[in-house]
């Protein structure tokens, strides 16, 4: 990252209201969690034939391994002389520590995201943290960049991967969650309930749940269900013509007034659209299987359900109106 990447880097994230709105400042628990990762030299060499990497960012990667580490004292006076404006300073911070962005996207990648598109929205949340950080705070500079790095990176993997681009909100929200959901997991031996989710993260029940079930439609119908499955939404989804009702879980206050719009629909629309989609916490079903359930044929079950959203998008638009 030359300084004209980070010139350019830096005034695209100071010019997103959106991102400085929502990347709210950690507290002290949030830092305390976070490990304090020194980037070592060794680890971001990348032999000649691995071909996960290409040649742009094996360049990279040898590029930014030239340049010197921060001290602990480093940090403090450079944190001085950025508060005062020093615009080569400001510079400096950014470029020392472009190796631990690396190491923590490294973490990231078969997430969904190209490698160098970790690293580069990786790069905005460093960016974010040295416009941020005081020597006030009561840790390293690395342990507070890394939260700013993972919350940019988590951030991009909820919107750019999935098929619905999710409010910023919804997206922190449901990052917190997962990452709540990962610690009990590991605490508990077991798979946490949502009522042990909910209480952990603060949030009420319901909230919980409609993030879970936000979260489970925002993934793209070719993205494998599961970290190690072969089996992928469009398998379930058959019917890949019919449009899903995705613009209706746009963001999380629509998806609230669904349930209102619902009522609108017959009872038999309401079941059909619920097993298609999976609405009541359960997978979403074929137009076969729902047939079968019904006593009808799939091109039969597809009529109703076309019939249905066609109803939901004609309330969607009066109450936009």
């Avoid at 403090?76 to 520590?97: Q, V």
């Avoid at 416009?131 to 951030?155: D, G, L, N, P, V």
């Avoid at 917190?176 to 993260?201: G, I, W």
């Amino acid at each position: 990252m030359t300084k004209d990447n980070i010139d350019e880097s830096f005034n695209l994230l100071i010019a997103d209201d959106q991102i400085d709105e929502a990347m709210i400042e950690p507290d002290a628990e949030a830092l305390i969690a976070e490990e304090s990762i020194e980037p070592d030299v060794e680890e971001l060499k990348i032999p000649d034939d691995d071909d996960y990497f290409d040649d742009a960012i094996k360049l990279y990667l040898r590029d930014i391994q030239k340049t010197k580490l921060l001290t602990a004292d480093d940090e403090r006076e450079l944190a001085n002389r950025i508060t005062a404006g020093d615009k080569s300073a400001r510079d400096r911070m950014i470029e020392s520590n472009l190796r631990l962005v690396v190491k923590i996207a490294k973490r990231y990648i078969n997430r969904g995201l190209p490698f160098l598109d970790l690293i580069e929205e990786g790069n905005l949340g460093l960016i974010k943290a040295v416009e941020r950080f005081k020597i006030s705070k009561e840790c390293r500079f690395s342990t507070y960049a890394t939260w700013w790095i993972r919350q940019s990176i988590e951030r991009a993997l909820v919107n750019q991967s999935r098929t619905i681009r999710l409010p910023v909100h919804v997206s922190d929200d449901i990052n917190r969650m997962l990452r709540f959901s990962r610690d009990l997991m590991h605490k508990l031996n077991r798979e946490p309930s949502v009522k042990e989710v909910a209480e952990a993260v603060n949030f009420d029940e319901a909230y919980v749940r409609r993030l879970m079930q936000l979260l489970k439609k925002t993934y793209s119908i070719e993205r494998p269900m599961g970290e190690n499955s072969d089996y992928f939404l469009s398998d379930t989804i058959e019917d890949t013509s019919t449009v899903l009702p995705s613009d209706l879980l746009e963001n999380l206050n629509r998806y609230e007034h669904v349930s209102e719009w619902f009522e609108t629909l017959s009872e038999t629309e309401k079941s059909i659209l619920t097993l298609r989609f999976g609405l009541d916490d359960c997978d979403p079903q074929t137009l076969d299987t729902i047939g079968k359930q019904f006593g009808v044929t799939r091109e039969r079950i597809r009529q109703i359900e076309s019939k249905a959203i066609e109803k939901l998008r004609k309330v969607k638009d009066s109450v936009e109106k």
